[in-house]
């Protein structure tokens, strides 16, 4: 570029007036120096842009009213800047020009999606942090902006080693802005976005608890009355509620509750974010109705999610997910309460949400997901064959959108499994049951031991693996049913919601194998609970009785298993605690339960008498223990002048 004469005053002339508005005098001096001629150049770029994005060159809002010519002949600028400074005239400010002409290339990549500006500003970006070593007064920025491009071309390629490099920048550059720096907020805000990227990818921990304790941080430079408070209190809350759906801990739950309840608060009726908030509020009390089962959280949900689709309407961007929360809350109350109007509704709106979401859409999996579970629903409830039919064809569908390695894969096969082998025992079709297996086993390896469903694919699988034994007599298939189902029973605690079916089914197998190996002529299966703890407990009685002729330490070991799933058997449905059980029957006399009441007495006798026994063998103090408390269990319905009192003293000392 011309330093000096009039080819120099016209171009300058030329570029002030067309670039930035500014009508230059006719007459003036222009500087001799190419040093001056930088500073005069670089004050008519600045005059193209906001005053905002020149102090802070990564911020992009600022640039939505740039036209795209502006943005061209201000790159043109930032060129012919760069040829005027150097690589030995970094006194001169090499790498400013550097990282200005990387933001206006970003941008430009942004408006015309063009790969090579952002990859020529990524080059810059590079170039620019070179420039500003350790202790140079810029180098934050330099690390921000870097970073910022970084993260774009991993979301546009995926390549995870630039979100790897975007996160060290982002670590340098919140080091070099600590608390109290003006720009320390910006800085955290990109930071989170990165590690959120990352633990989405890989599913690292470690990255998810950083997100959270930035966004506590964030929050602080957010303090109440701060314009951003409600976006902060909404965010923290939204990471709180990623970390419980990994680790289950109810007070992330509870924290991320009361924080969305406050950002509500802050987004009144008519708030443009008042939808978000409704949103995943309504996604933090069904979570919490799953957890710990208050019909009321899911309640609140539903009235929320009827709110947040009020303000979401037909052309919304969002409508699609507040349509499909909210038919998944409603199948969640029929599946509770048994209402069909709700599963129609439910079904109704998942319809609405497949034609948001067709063939290619990322999220149709889900839908075809949900669809299928209502359509296998109302077939329970109302028996229609059809609904079966539909829910096995999208099940099939959703299966194949989900592939290996997909993170609904292992849900997809599940429910699939599920419908197949309902239709199994309508039709009898072997070819279900058989591919009902086969989709079962690579479910439960992708459900490891601290899966919360593990428990359901193992039920699940023990149930298909009876159906085959009962079909061709195959005995490997009950034991293995029989060794899944005692799996799945430690997986459910007392108060699991799928305890007392895990339970049932593994008692009717057990049965199956004792009645099969200890009776010649074929026994119709026990129609009841009550009548299957009274089988359990002669079965437990002849093992016991094999066990003191032989001494064979599986013999008591199946005794106590067997006599321990009659007494669970026998307990009321309100009831989860043997204890609280004994002391109702205990302190009650009802006409209707005297049969209950020496069984119950029965079964309490036997079990301790068991358990004293293996810990006589084994010495395990948990067995005595146990003994102990059932024998105690026993003397309440042997008060004072009881004839078998003194007995069961005798054993308890």
Not at 15 to 38: D, H, L, V, Y
Not at 201 to 209: G, H
Not at 234 to 256: G, M, P, Q, V, Y
Request: aromatic share 6%; net charge negative.
């Amino acid at each position: 570029m011309a330093t000096d004469g009039p080819r120099a005053e016209a171009f300058l002339l030329r570029i002030a007036s067309r670039c930035s508005g500014i009508q230059w005098p006719q007459r003036m001096t222009f500087p001799a120096s190419e040093k001056n001629w930088n500073v005069v150049l670089q004050g008519i770029m600045v005059t193209m842009l906001p005053s905002s994005i020149w102090r802070m060159p990564s911020t992009t809002d600022s640039w939505k009213s740039a036209k795209s010519t502006t943005l061209n002949e201000a790159i043109t600028l930032h060129r012919d800047a760069l040829k005027l400074r150097p690589v030995e005239n970094e006194t001169f400010h090499r790498s400013s020009s550097f990282y200005n002409l990387a933001l206006c290339l970003s941008h430009r990549h942004d408006k015309l999606g063009a790969v090579d500006d952002l990859e020529e500003a990524i080059a810059l970006g590079q170039e620019a942090l070179a420039l500003c070593p350790p202790g140079h007064p810029h180098r934050d920025v330099s690390l921000y902006n870097l970073g910022f491009d970084l993260r774009k071309r991993f979301v546009e390629k995926g390549e995870i080693c630039d979100l790897e490099e975007a996160i060290k920048l982002y670590r340098a550059a919140s080091e070099l802005r600590p608390p109290g720096h003006p720009e320390r907020s910006s800085s955290l805000y990109q930071f989170v976005l990165c590690l959120s990227s990352r633990y989405e990818s890989q599913r690292v921990v470690d990255d998810l608890e950083e997100v959270v304790t930035l966004r506590r941080a964030e929050l602080e430079l957010c303090p109440r009355g701060h314009p951003d408070h409600h976006v902060s209190l909404h965010n923290l809350a939204c990471d709180l509620r990623r970390r419980f759906a990994k680790t289950a801990a109810i007070h992330d739950l509870e924290e991320s509750i009361k924080l969305h309840r406050a950002a509500l608060e802050l987004r009144f009726p008519g708030h443009t974010d008042r939808s978000s908030t409704l949103h995943q509020l309504s996604l933090c009390l069904s979570n919490r109705h799953e957890k710990l089962g208050v019909i009321g959280d899911l309640e609140e949900a539903i009235t929320i999610g009827r709110e947040e689709l009020k303000l979401r309407p037909s052309g919304h961007p969002d409508r699609c997910e507040s349509l499909h929360n909210l038919a998944c809350n409603l199948r969640k109350r029929f599946v509770i309460q048994a209402v069909v109007h709700d599963l129609e509704e439910a079904m109704e709106l998942h319809r609405a949400v497949s034609e948001l979401r067709p063939s290619g859409h990322p999220e149709q999996s889900s839908t075809l997901h949900e669809l299928a579970l209502c359509l296998s629903n109302r077939h329970d409830k109302l028996g229609l064959v059809n609904d079966l039919e539909e829910a096995i064809m999208l099940g099939r569908t959703a299966l194949e959108l989900c592939p290996l390695r997909h993170p609904d894969n292992g849900k997809s096969l599940q429910n699939l499994a599920h419908d197949l082998r309902k239709r199994f025992v309508q039709k009898a079709a072997i070819c279900d049951l058989e591919e009902s297996i086969e989709l079962l086993r690579p479910a439960l390896e992708l459900r490891p031991i601290e899966h919360p469903d593990r428990s359901s694919s193992l039920y699940e699988l023990a149930l298909c693996l009876s159906h085959r034994h009962d079909k061709y007599g195959e005995a490997d298939d009950l034991e293995e049913a029989i060794l899944l189902g005692r799996t799945a029973l430690e997986l459910c605690p007392p108060w699991h919601p799928d305890r007392g079916m895990v339970l049932y089914n593994l008692a009717c197998d057990s049965w199956k194998k004792f009645q099969f190996l200890h009776q010649a002529a074929t026994v119709a299966p026990p129609t009841s609970r009550v009548d299957l703890a009274f089988s359990l407990c002669e079965f437990s009685q002849h093992l016991w009785d094999q066990f003191q002729k032989q001494a064979m330490t599986t013999d008591l070991d199946n005794a106590i298993r067997l006599a321990t799933y009659a007494l669970e058997l026998r307990l009321p449905p309100e009831h989860s605690s043997v204890g609280k059980w004994v002391q109702r029957l205990a302190q009650e006399e009802t006409s209707d339960e005297p049969v209950m009441l020496s069984g119950a007495v029965d079964n309490l006798c036997a079990l301790a008498n068991y358990l004293r026994a293996r810990f006589q063998t084994q010495h395990a103090i948990v067995d005595l223990n146990e003994a102990i408390t059932l024998c105690r269990y026993v003397l309440q319905f042997r008060p004072i002048g009881h004839p078998d009192r003194a007995s069961s003293l005798h054993y308890l000392a």
